[in-house]
């Protein structure tokens, strides 16, 4: 039986998500095509209708992560980014948090077509930042507000890599995330000031 396109599309975007999810959970080595698919409802065979490999689904899933982050934070002004990003809630919900912080470490073993997904994923993260450090004029940031944007991007996601590695009750998990958040909202008042 043949399906159709739309739900041919419909089962696509259900394995991207699925995939999406486990993933940050458990990493990529961390999940296999039978389980994704039974997660997604699915059938095994079914995933070769899609992709031609796990790789192939990494990459995609990958780049459809990048941009939930993004879509998530859109419309808030940095600091209230970083008030959500750096916060117990994000550092707890892995599976639902930013595909940066969970996977970036297993980015870093993955061919090169995954790198450059994740390269052009953190490249539109900076530039949301730069776009939001700088206010209304963007163009005004130069390459100090570029600079800032991967530092604060960079510590951000840094606080919550380290904090996961603790245990959960670590008093150190949480004073991680508070000393980020509390830096880079210094930085981030510090830049308008000098504006």
Known sequence: MR??????????????????????ERGFDGVGVAELMERAGLTHGGFYN??????ELIAESTENGLSETLKRYAGHDVAAV?????????RDGRSQGCTAAALSCDAARQ???TKA???????????????????????????????????????????????????????????????????????IENRARKQ
């Open 3 to 24: 399906i159709t396109k739309e739900k041919k599309q419909e089962n696509y975007e259900r394995i991207i998500a699925t995939a999406s999810e486990l993933f940050r």
């Open 50 to 55: 899609h992709f031609r490999s796990k790789e």
């Open 82 to 90: 970083m008030e959500l990003y750096l916060a117990r809630e994000h």
């Open 111 to 113: 061919p090169e077509e």
């Open 117 to 187: 997904v994740f390269a052009a994923g953190i490249d539109g993260l900076v530039r949301a930042l730069e776009a939001g450090i700088a206010g209304k004029h963007a163009s005004d940031a130069g390459a100090g507000g570029r600079a800032q944007a991967i530092a604060i991007l960079a510590q951000a996601v840094g606080a919550i890599v380290l904090s996961r590695a603790c245990p959960d009750d670590s008093p150190l998990a949480d004073e991680l995330l508070d000393a980020c958040r509390a830096d880079c909202r210094d930085a």
